[in-house]
């Protein structure tokens, strides 16, 4: 299983980025998916997860300015992020955590900047 992370950049506080993951294999589609986040010295944080009936999670800090979303058809999970802030400088990982193996496969991380 292999994820293709895609979407990140250089934006301004209050602006906006979308970031996109591709799935290369169909378990996608029966498996939970999302994204965690990191920044040096830190550990990585799990910003918001979405099953494969769509219920979401998040962290509390992003409530209300990003939203997760997900095509099953397409393997693809998103993450729209609005209203950014340079708190939520850091590298984003998308993953899936298989429901059958229940192993834990990653992106190779966009490096998302928010400058003030």
């Known amino acids: 299983v292999q994820l293709q992370a895609s979407g990140g950049g250089l934006v301004q506080s209050g602006g906006s980025l979308r970031l996109s993951c591709v799935v290369s294999d169909p378990i996608f589609r029966i498996s939970d998916a999302g994204w965690y986040r990191q920044t040096p010295g830190k550990q990585r944080e799990l910003v918001a997860s979405?099953?494969?009936?769509?219920?979401?999670n998040y962290v509390e800090s992003v409530k209300g300015r990003f939203t997760i979303s997900r095509e099953n058809i397409k393997n693809m999970v998103y993450l729209q992020m609005s209203n950014l802030i340079p708190e939520d400088t850091a590298v984003y990982f998308c993953?899936?955590?298989?429901?059958?193996?229940?192993?834990?496969?990653w992106g190779q991380g966009t490096q998302v900047t928010v400058s003030s």
């Open positions: 993953y899936v955590n298989d429901s059958l193996s229940h192993n834990w496969y």
């Open positions: 979405i099953s494969p009936v769509h219920k979401t």
